[in-house]
């Protein structure tokens, strides 16, 4: 190579040394330095100083992720961003600038990857350009999932505080533990799916806050749409309107297009979706614009909601109630609140029901084993009554909210929470979470790169150990499949799952099968107490009761003007999950309908009345009073197994005690008469049980033959 040729490359590279050089150096907003470009230098400083206005209305020192103050300053970083975004396309080498924009983009919706890149550079144009610059970088490593740089990132941060600020060390220890927490989950992901809802449901505008009732067949969620009420009286341009609650139903497997629920539930103002009780007969929504945000029921009346009533002031306070959740058995609501006298911010609470005012009592924090001096929200209570699923910004979070569960013990005290785990939850905020009864499918809130609109619905398939356990060829967990009910699984046990049942079905008139609105008694036969009371739809005559493993439950149907329908289920501690339709047909009091008593017991071989019998016939005590007139017969029949002779005498005797216990309450001998048919009059022939596959199928039928009955002689 010629001497004159390698000058040229000296020279060449020189140049571009110190061009490079300039070009990282920290570039000031000064005209003097783009005389060329005046009318792009103003338009880029306009844009910097309106966004320098809204960047400093809140100031810049540490401010807990609680204060309403960091609130506004989110709203305001927001509406910064643009403006900003603008200024550094004209100048994109200003430390100051870049450190502001990496600060903006961390609290936006979706993009706050992008805060990275400006951080990093903000650090590199100017170690110095602010106090906080390798907090907000760590932070940034950390929503981005950079573990480790996030860590030294803060510990860097960490060693430059002064003792003088407790409440920023408390912060940044904080933080390097959830960037630990994260490496642990993330090492150990949890087995399941997580899916986009799907267009049905999901549109351009943000959809969260789903809930669904105990059977998956309705959700109702949250969106701000073109569509919600009032709607048409925002301003224009305007990107998300107003809250308005959606529901959706599932028919024949698939989920029908969400409708706006309408008046009385929307309003023009904000309206979110809280709670739905598992039969989906009442719900419990949010309005924000009410006080500082309180918790309201609506009651599904027929095809009709009821306008929403405020819950009483052992809920509703002066300050803010922004979840709730119902029992399966109506009779204990949790809820949030950030009223003074918590843990922290944010805590969960309980209430009971009380029968006698007819309203929900006093609420009892729920401790410090479930609340933390941070924020818990969005709580669930699950249909088995003991496991509880909420948002934490405390615990063991990886990053913002976790979704945590805990599970209530016998003696009343809750178990540590547990982190569900990686990827359900995420380094950012995971609250709107729901999950199904089998606990096998789960719903949230998230923003993905696959989503629809600026937030979507997710369905989460948990796909539980790597060799699940078979399940059992036994779908029927029932003690009867009696006539005249009809009876049908339509889910197959989980086993793994949650130990529930779900019962479901419709209650109508025996002869024209129209759907009637009847009240629905739960009982504990065992115990002779009541556990619920519930109402099918007048309109539809759905009803729907869960029942958690390990009781013998009586479930007992009544209607004005017609005979009570009664029903027995032991549910062994050890049942798995599934669901069972029955439609009951309520019989009118009328001459020759016949009733089965499903929670009459007797000791083996004995006509001895067992104590759990006692709540069965005294609802045959309060029949008779109530229809002075009728004369009934009450017959007893056994199965096929043993002798005639035995059989028609022991069913005779046990008929005859049930008279006794009747003539014993009051009622007159002359309207009574007791008959045993022994085994004369099978439900399931000795045929059709021989055809049964199963031993506890065989005998579930020798069980139904095994009945006592009672038939309206006379009116």
Not at 216 to 243: I, L, W
Not at 532 to 552: I, M
Not at 691 to 711: S, V, W
């Amino acid at each position: 190579m010629s001497k004159t040729k390698i000058t040229l490359l000296l020279i060449f590279s020189l140049i571009l040394l110190t061009f490079n050089g300039i070009a990282q150096t920290d570039t000031p907003f000064d005209k003097k330095l783009f005389k060329e470009q005046k009318d792009a230098f103003k338009e880029a400083k306009d844009n910097l100083d309106a966004g320098n206005k809204l960047f400093e209305v809140i100031p810049s020192t540490y401010l807990s992720d609680n204060d309403n103050e960091y609130k506004i300053r989110v709203s305001y970083y927001k509406e910064a961003l643009p403006l900003f975004s603008r200024a550094n396309k004209f100048n994109p080498n200003n430390a100051e600038l870049n450190y502001k924009l990496g600060r903006c983009y961390l609290v936006s919706s979706v993009y706050k990857e992008e805060s990275v890149p400006h951080l990093e550079k903000a650090l590199q144009l100017n170690p110095a350009v602010a106090n906080d610059i390798q907090y907000h970088l760590g932070r940034a490593y950390h929503i981005t999932m950079n573990f480790d740089k996030a860590i030294a990132a803060f510990e860097k941060y960490k060693a430059a505080l002064s003792s003088k600020s407790p409440l920023e060390m408390e912060d940044v220890v904080k933080r390097i533990e959830e960037c630990k927490t994260a490496k642990e989950l993330v090492a150990k992901p949890e087995r399941v799916f997580i899916d986009n809802f799907g267009g049905v449901v999901n549109s351009k505008y943000p959809e969260y806050g789903a809930i669904i009732n105990a059977d998956e067949s309705v959700m109702m969620f949250t969106s701000r749409r073109n569509t919600s009420t009032g709607a048409d009286k925002q301003p224009a341009g305007t990107s998300f309107y107003d809250e308005d609650i959606f529901i959706t139903k599932k028919v024949n497997g698939k989920w029908t297009t969400p409708e706006n629920m309408g008046s009385p539930i929307n309003t023009e103002d904000h309206d979110a979706t809280t709670a739905v009780a598992p039969d989906a007969q009442s719900m419990i929504m949010y309005l924000g614009s009410k006080g500082n945000g309180d918790l309201y029921e609506c009651k599904l009346v027929g095809n009709t909601w009821s306008k929403p009533k405020a819950l009483n002031k052992n809920i509703n306070t002066k300050y803010h109630e922004s979840s709730a959740s119902y029992s399966s058995d109506g009779k204990t609501l949790y809820f949030v609140s950030n009223k003074e006298g918590g843990f922290g911010n944010h805590d969960i609470y309980v209430t009971h029901w009380d029968e006698k005012t007819k309203d929900w009592g006093v609420a009892t924090n729920l401790g410090s084993k479930i609340n933390t001096k941070y924020n818990e929200e969005a709580v669930l209570i699950h249909p088995d009554g003991k496991t509880l699923y909420f948002s934490s910004q405390g615990h063991k979070s990886m990053g913002g909210y976790d979704i945590f569960v805990s599970t209530l013990n016998d003696n009343g005290t809750w178990n540590e929470p547990e982190n569900i785990g990686y990827p359900i939850n995420t380094v950012d905020d995971d609250v709107f979470f729901v999950i199904n009864s089998s606990g096998r499918r789960g719903y949230y809130s998230s923003f993905k790169a696959d989503g629809y609109g600026e937030k979507d619905i997710y369905l989460i398939t948990f796909l539980g150990p790597e060799k699940p356990m078979q399940n059992s060829s036994e779908d029927n967990l029932l003690a009867s499949i009696a006539k005249p009910v009809s009876e049908k699984v339509v889910e197959k046990t989980i086993e793994g799952g949650k130990n529930i049942t779900i019962l479901k079905g419709i209650i109508r008139d025996d002869k024209t099968k129209l759907p009637l609105g009847a009240s629905i008694e739960l009982i504990d036969v065992e115990a002779n107490i009541s556990l619920a009371t519930f109402e099918s739809n007048e309109s539809t005559g759905k009803y729907l009761v869960t029942l958690p493993s390990g009781k013998n439950y009586g479930l007992i149907v009544r209607k004005e003007g017609y005979l009570f329908h009664s029903e027995n289920f032991n549910i062994p501690a050890t049942a798995a999950y599934q669901e069972v339709e029955k439609n009951i047909d309520l019989k009118k009091i009328d001459i020759g309908n016949i009733i089965v008593l499903k929670n009459i017991f007797y000791d083996y071989n004995k006509a001895t009345l067992r104590d759990a019998s006692k709540n069965e016939l005294d609802r045959l005590v309060k029949l008779l009073n109530e229809n002075p007139t009728i004369k009934i017969e009450l017959s007893a029949h056994t199965d096929s197994r043993g002798g005639d002779k035995y059989n028609e005498d022991l069913s005779q005797r046990r008929a005859q005690s049930c008279v006794d216990y009747l003539i014993k309450n009051g009622i007159s001998t002359d309207r009574l008469v007791s008959k045993g048919y022994g085994e004369s009059r099978l439900v399931i022939t000795d045929a059709e049980i021989a055809k049964l596959k199963f031993e506890d199928e065989k005998e579930a039928a020798h069980q139904e033959n095994r009945r006592t009955e009672f038939k309206i002689l006379s009116k």
